[in-house]
């Protein structure tokens, strides 16, 4: 069965280092989606992505964010200067074309710590 | 205010009986509604979902009741077993296609 990948599982930076989280989305899926949960809180949408291009994104996600998708496969977050508060799990989520209400598939998640 | 609330941060049910999850919701023009269940190390995995033009959906031993007057919608499994031991949380679509999430419920099936 396709799933969602993400890698690193757990990635460490320092405060101010850049991170790029990757993410394998379902092969014929053709929107993209991050999401992250700080620790105890809620899974927060951070952004969508479809057709090369960023569809919507949250207030959260601010310049020191961005999204890319490099190739075929990958879907990419980078963080430029990581904060403190930028740990977090971050999951990624595609789904297939049609209804807004096809089904979101989640990656197990990034999870990233800001020292 | 788009704000999806579940109240019950855990919730203890013996195997076989029946679990029943709520959620409340505060902005009267969301229309469609998830229950995710999130293993630990694994991502959120789609339950069931229901549309505001319907009072309830059926899927196997999940039904998710929605009540608009009252904002409210539950996810009720019977009979529950042990490998339904798992975070379960509640979304709702927004107008702009986002998910907003609850903060979830810890559901343990007692043996």
């Known amino acids: 069965e396709p799933e969602v990948t993400q890698t690193p599982s757990h990635q460490v930076t320092q405060m101010g280092q850049e991170v790029i989280l990757r993410c394998v989305p379902i092969s014929n899926h053709l929107y993209f989606y991050w999401y992250r949960q700080i620790l105890g809180q809620k899974v927060e949408f951070l952004v969508s992505?479809?057709?090369?291009?960023?569809?919507?994104k949250s207030e959260i996600f601010d310049d020191q964010f961005s999204v890319e998708r490099p190739d075929g496969s990958n879907f990419t977050l980078k963080i430029r200067s990581t904060k403190l508060e930028d740990s977090a799990m971050y999951f990624c989520?595609?789904?297939?074309?049609?209804?807004?209400?096809?089904?979101?598939?989640f990656g197990p998640g990034t999870r990233l710590t800001v020292l | 205010d788009q704000q999806v609330k579940q109240n019950s941060p855990s919730l203890s049910v013996q195997e076989g009986r029946i679990s029943i999850l709520n959620c409340d919701y505060t902005?009267?023009?969301?229309?469609?509604f998830l229950w995710y269940k999130k293993y630990p190390a694994e991502g959120p995995t789609f339950l069931i979902s229901?549309?505001?033009i319907k009072d309830k959906n059926e899927d196997g031993r999940f039904t998710v009741f929605l009540n608009k007057s009252a904002k409210h919608l539950s996810l009720h499994i019977v009979p529950s077993q042990p490998g339904d031991s798992a975070v379960y949380f509640c979304?709702?679509?927004?107008?702009?296609?986002?998910?907003?999430w609850g903060a979830g419920t810890k559901l343990i099936i007692k043996p």
């Open positions: 902005n009267s023009m969301f229309d469609y």
């Open positions: 992505f479809y057709n090369n291009e960023i569809s919507e």
């Open positions: 979304a709702a679509l927004n107008s702009n296609y986002q998910l907003i």
């Open positions: 229901i549309s505001s």
């Open positions: 989520a595609s789904r297939r074309g049609g209804s807004v209400y096809n089904e979101q598939f």
